[in-house]
């Protein structure tokens, strides 16, 4: 593939959407909730008022959740229109004391190394965004060099093998969970609208093994094995809460257990690093 026209079409995708962002992807029921699950778990697994590094931080939300919760936290983005307005969201929360917003790529994080910026107790990517990144192993050096000794990573995925699409889709006429059981380099569908992007899909343990020897798998959740993909939201509110939080409490119980590990929408993974 080109790799710069790749970088330069998904620059060109995000960077049209990123007003609508926080509204339209931000606001949707598996969105959210697979957000909260991800800032509930950097918060365990990183020490009070530690240092993170936000890799694909969109508009900031996360980052300035956890700014809000006393870190220090970096975002990076390859949309400047993103990190633009993670920057005006920072300072209208009054946390650019706590945060850090910056236009990079995340095979390319030696920019930050360069201005001084690290180390960091803690990485993380939720969600999507090292799907849509040709040179893993780029990344995985560069944030190995920002990390402190035994720094988590935290890296939420698409998932290839997604629970809901292969048992609900073809009721629907909708085959796409099968087709993506075919192929690691597949178009996907970008946020609630149209926009399809070159993605490229890996298990937890596919991913597990590009990270290695710098990192050493802990252990995988499926997040929304029993959720619809996202669509958009026509009406505000909240919608069917009560049928989500039901969906929640179940895949609670089996999130972390196989195969319901590997079969959510999204894994998210955590790593911690052995090696430089």
């Known amino acids: 593939m080109d790799i710069r026209a790749h970088y330069a079409d998904v620059q060109s995708v995000y960077d049209r959407m990123a007003t609508d962002y926080d509204e339209t992807i931000g606001r949707t029921l598996v969105s959210r909730h697979a957000k909260t699950i991800a800032v509930e778990l950097i918060t365990r697994l990183s020490p009070p008022t530690g240092s993170l590094l936000d890799v694909g931080c969109y508009t900031g939300s996360e980052a300035l959740l956890l700014a809000a919760r006393g870190f220090r936290v970096v975002g990076v983005d390859l949309s400047p229109k993103m990190i633009e307005l993670a920057r005006a969201k920072a300072k209208r929360q009054r946390l650019t004391d706590r945060t850090r917003f910056e236009v990079a790529r995340a095979s390319d994080l030696h920019s930050l190394e360069s201005a001084g910026i690290g180390l960091f107790d803690t990485a993380y990517s939720v969600y999507g965004t090292l799907n849509l990144e040709p040179r893993i192993d780029q990344f995985k050096d560069s944030v190995s060099s920002l990390l402190k000794p035994h720094g988590a990573l935290i890296v939420g995925l698409l998932n290839p093998t997604v629970l809901y699409e292969l048992l609900i889709g073809p009721l629907a006429l909708r085959f796409d969970g099968y087709r993506k059981l075919a192929k690691r380099f597949v178009?996907?569908?970008?946020?609630?609208?149209?926009?399809?992007?070159?993605?490229?899909?890996?298990?937890?343990?596919?991913?597990?093994?590009?990270?290695?020897?710098?990192?050493?798998?802990?252990?995988?959740?499926?997040?929304?094995?029993?959720?619809?993909?996202?669509?958009?939201?026509?009406?505000?509110?909240?919608?069917?809460?009560?049928?989500?939080?039901?969906?929640?409490?179940?895949?609670?119980?089996?999130?972390?257990?196989?195969?319901?590990?590997?079969?959510?929408?999204?894994?998210?993974?955590?790593?911690?690093?052995?090696?430089?």
């Open 187 to 276: 178009k996907t569908r970008v946020g609630v609208g149209d926009e399809r992007i070159n993605s490229f899909l890996y298990t937890p343990g596919e991913f597990a093994r590009i990270l290695e020897p710098q990192f050493a798998f802990e252990r995988s959740l499926g997040i929304h094995f029993l959720y619809p993909p996202p669509r958009p939201r026509k009406e505000p509110g909240e919608g069917m809460w009560w049928a989500a939080r039901a969906i929640d409490r179940f895949e609670k119980r089996l999130e972390d257990r196989f195969p319901f590990s590997n079969l959510g929408l999204f894994s998210l993974t955590i790593f911690r690093k052995i090696r430089d």
